[in-house]
């Protein structure tokens, strides 16, 4: 006859709150900025040449702005999605901020009912198909139905916390591309995923992998109203 092996009910507990990782939602605005901190991003932005990449410097700000209160793995790097921009723009930027670089500055997708060219309506709400506005970190590598990819957790609540239960991940797909734009005048578009092009995707999923910030931004009064993250 075969034992019974029985653990403690506080050993197991604790198994499951290792492997899930928490996250702190912020509850206050951040503060103001110093006139310091204020130039130190000016310079990092005209170092970038971010200025002539179409990323405005109001929102390059507001990104580091909200990073500064975010524990990350992997501060150096910051990525900036703008959905200000349409969806034929480059208006996904990869920015080293010790070295003061731009590491990727390319096309990526929104969701399928987040709007045709033009990014309009944002959701946190699962099989909403749209994509959600305001700060993320990179969580784990995947392999999945589109290869390689990344997982992202949302850290506004009530705006995008429920990312992970959405599976909402940044991943390739073919449908972005120039070709896919020559031929219907928009990008493809996800199910909420920031979609990369397929070409290039592995390589900036490794430079933004292990914790690193990433800023979706769009001009939404009531996300830029709602977010502790903005000033």
């Known amino acids: 006859m075969k034992k019974t092996i029985k653990f403690p009910i506080f050993l197991i507990l604790t198994g499951l709150m ?3 990782s928490t996250i702190k ?3 206050v605005n951040v503060p103001k900025t110093s006139k310091q901190f204020n130039q130190l991003v000016r310079k990092i932005y005209d170092d970038c040449e971010l200025n002539s990449k179409n990323l405005k410097y109001d929102i390059f700000r507001k990104a580091m702005i909200g990073q500064k209160y975010i524990e990350l793995n992997n501060a150096n790097i910051i990525t900036i999605i703008d959905f200000s921009q349409p969806s034929t723009e480059k208006r996904f930027y990869v920015i080293d901020i010790n070295k003061r670089k731009l590491l990727f500055n390319t096309l990526v997708a ?11 309506d944002f959701s946190n709400i699962n099989n909403s198909k749209q994509s959600s506005l305001g700060f993320f970190k990179t969580g784990e590598t995947y392999s999945g139905n589109h290869g390689y990819s990344i997982r992202i957790d949302g850290i506004e609540k009530g705006i995008n916390h429920k990312a992970r239960k959405r599976d909402i991940v940044i991943h390739g797909a073919n449908y972005v591309s120039k070709k896919f734009i020559a031929e219907n005048n928009r990008l493809g578009r996800s199910w909420g995923c920031p979609a990369l092009p397929m070409n290039i995707k592995d390589e900036i999923i490794d430079v933004i992998k292990n914790g690193s910030c990433i800023f979706v931004y769009a001009n939404n009064k009531k996300y830029l109203e709602n977010s502790f993250f903005i000033e």
């Open 18 to 20: 290792i492997s899930c």
């Open 25 to 27: 939602y912020r509850k």
């Open 110 to 120: 929104h969701g399928k009912n987040t709007g045709e060219n033009i990014a309009v």
